[in-house]
């Protein structure tokens, strides 16, 4: 007796949070393919080939995808001050990914075949807010994101089930990067000695110091969040 069974994909798994390569303040952060992102991707489950159903010792069916798909689901602390996190379009240009709105059923999606990065604000440097990311495996047709207005619900697109084709959407994992600072030049202004007599013979001064004019390196402290970034 012969007994054939349909398949039905699981959801695969993605594990640690990821951090970009440092960037530097000022410069615009070098693009990272999405499919190099280390996740920790496994689509394991559907693969029951060779030794996987230890119970029988019978090899099952492989119907295991590679990671094809990245949805952005959210953020930590992510602000306009401090910059931007970008995702390629495809077409040579970028998708600024929005300081807020996404969520599963508002989320940006895009091929694994595009890039990610950060770029910084003016004077901005430091650690910046993270994204909250899923991913997901090549079993269903998925539809991407075109702009940074064209979201989807991962639920109708993929599916968020244990057999859909999106990673756990209540465990997401983050992608965050650092910028390496720069030094800002300091900022001054015009200044006066105290008035003296005419003729004073030894009038009094003041030294450099006390003078103050103004002086502010105030740039180069970046403050919560890149608060004082004017």
Known sequence: LAIATRSATARPTISPNVT??????EVPGAGVTLSTLALGYSDA??????????TTAVSGGNTSTAFSYLAIIGSTSYTAAQGAWQVSDGSGGWITIPTTGLSATNALVFSSS???????????????????????????????????SDTKSLSA?????VTGAWSDTT???TIGTTVANVNDRPTASNTSLTATLEDAANPSGAT????????SDV????????????
Do not use: K, M
């Open 20 to 25: 970009l390569p440092a960037g530097t303040e």
């Open 45 to 54: 489950t559907d693969n029951q080939s060779g030794a996987s159903n230890a």
């Open 114 to 148: 595009r890039d990610i990065r950060f770029v910084p604000a003016n004077n901005f440097f430091g650690t910046p807010g993270t994204l909250r990311v899923v991913a997901a495996d090549g079993s269903s047709t998925v539809s991407t994101s075109t702009s940074a």
């Open 157 to 161: 697109n993929g599916g968020t089930t």
């Open 171 to 173: 465990a997401p994992r």
């Open 208 to 215: 450099v110091a006390g003078l103050g004019f103004g002086y």
């Open 219 to 230: 740039t180069d402290n970046q403050g919560t969040g890149g608060a004082n970034i004017t």
